[in-house]
């Protein structure tokens, strides 16, 4: 596998990574509350109920947003691997982009001060922006060449 294709593919491995990462701690802390405050699973069976009854909703909020963002930048990285091009620029972008979604995360499920978490989560989308219309662009110019 090239290096460049290497790096891409770690990327998205690092984020799985913290994905797991921080749905495993959601878990712990989920089931830790329920059985200390005896909230019964079946009244939290909804994300409505779920976060009228449980006092600490961070991580399992972080959890979703993982799912969110980051899928823009999972399509990246499988179509820059798919038609083979795997500039340095986009590596270097991938790798921020982590960089940034681990800060937003850690920022989430902590001491959650918003303005903080926005600045990662602004940096990290206008990133992943950024480097879809590079991309587009770079695939647009390729073509006419």
Not at 22 to 50: D, K, N
Request: proline share 3%.
């Amino acid at each position: 596998m090239q290096s460049n294709a290497l790096h891409l593919v770690c990327s998205c491995l690092a984020m799985v990574i913290l994905t797991l990462v921080v749905g495993v701690f959601m878990l712990f802390t989920r089931v830790s509350e329920m059985r200390s405050r005896r909230i019964p699973p079946q009244s939290a069976s909804t994300t409505f109920t779920m976060g009228s009854k449980l006092e600490d909703v961070r991580r399992a909020d972080n959890f979703r947003n993982l799912f969110e963002v980051p899928v823009l930048f999972y399509c990246l990285v499988a179509i820059a691997l798919a038609v083979g091009r795997t500039p340095d620029w986009l590596i270097s972008g991938c790798w921020l982009f982590v960089a940034l979604r681990a800060a937003h995360s850690v920022i989430h499920c902590t001491y959650n001060k918003v303005y903080h978490r926005l600045t990662a989560f602004v940096a990290g989308f206008g990133l992943v922006v950024g480097m879809w219309i590079t991309f587009a662009v770079s695939l647009a110019s390729a073509r006419t060449t």
